[in-house]
């Protein structure tokens, strides 16, 4: 009970956060007089080390968009890879997870504490924290959506060119979206390796996720689509640095004892 509690007050947070943001479809152009705190304190600040980085380059915004998104996920690096492994660690516990709901299948309240009381235990007896993904991920949300608005409401970058393309319009090529739907998937499909027909939802998503980051970025800014490529592309290699969890090791050997014992 008190993960589902933990788990919808970050996501209220999370919804709290969003809403505070500017609309996609007409957003208000940010400047240093631009007011609230989410503006002042987060927004401007991350356009302005964009433009800076633009200006020192020879006013190349396309390139001061692929250094900051550098930068940013630099900077929240640590939390990222402690949430990475987080989640190869859950996706590895899949199957031992499945087989207590199978073992306690019944919905009646005796039978679902038990069930809650086996899967703590599977989670220490691993050393998993189910909630440690949630929270590097809620700080690390609205610096991410702050740079994404701040990129959307940073006036000079939709007046500018980079490569073949136009900041401020679709790409008439439809190249960045494509390469924007093929990371996606590669990104998702490097952190589900090893776990394979073990969640079906999961296994969706792989699927879902590309089609929409394809669709969206062939309607949005080709800023926003250079955003996403290259976020993406930083994404793939850390999580393909990123060594898997003890639990991996553990549940495998777990799984030889029984299938000696047997």
Known sequence: MKKRILLVAALLALVVITAGCSSITDPVPITAESTGFWSQ?????????????AELFGNSYGLGIVIVT???????LPLMIKQTKSSKA?????PEMQKLREKYSSKDAQTQQKLQQEMMQLFQKHGV????GCF?????MPILIGFYQAIIRTEEIATHTFLWFDLGAPDPFYILPVIAGIT???????MMAGTEGVNPQMQMMLYIMPVMILVFAINFPAALSLYWVVGNI????????????AVGTATANDGKVRGAKK
Not at 70 to 76: P, S, V
């Open 41 to 53: 304190y987060i927004v401007y600040p991350l356009s302005w080390l964009i433009t800076t980085t």
């Open 70 to 76: 550098i930068l940013i996920r630099l900077a929240i």
């Open 90 to 94: 859950m996706q590895l516990l899949q």
């Open 129 to 132: 924290n189910p909630l440690a």
């Open 136 to 140: 590097p991920l809620l700080i690390q």
């Open 184 to 190: 996606t998937f590669l990104q998702q499909k490097l």
């Open 234 to 245: 930083f994404m793939i290699v850390q999580t393909y640095f990123i060594k898997p969890p």
